[in-house]
């Protein structure tokens, strides 16, 4: 996958999310105080979420 910002090859890996912690990730178009209303994205309790990174303009891209 191509970095949008540099166009450089991203590198494939992984996101981590510790075992001992809940994260709901959700898109919002607006930043609010709270996430209602947000489309959840995924959540989950630990695992591995597939992604890229570039590590030159230090972007993160994960597939969902």
């Keep these: 996958m191509e970095c949008p910002n540099c166009g450089t ?3 494939d890996g992984f996101v981590a999310i510790s075992p ?3 994260v709901i990730i959700k898109w919002c178009k ?3 105080l709270t996430t209602i209303g947000g489309e959840r994205m995924f959540g989950v309790t630990g695992g591995w979420i597939d992604g890229h990174r570039c590590v030159n303009c230090r972007i993160v891209a994960m597939d969902y």
């Design 20 to 22: 001992s912690e809940l």
């Design 30 to 32: 607006e930043r609010k």
């Design 9 to 11: 090859e991203m590198e």
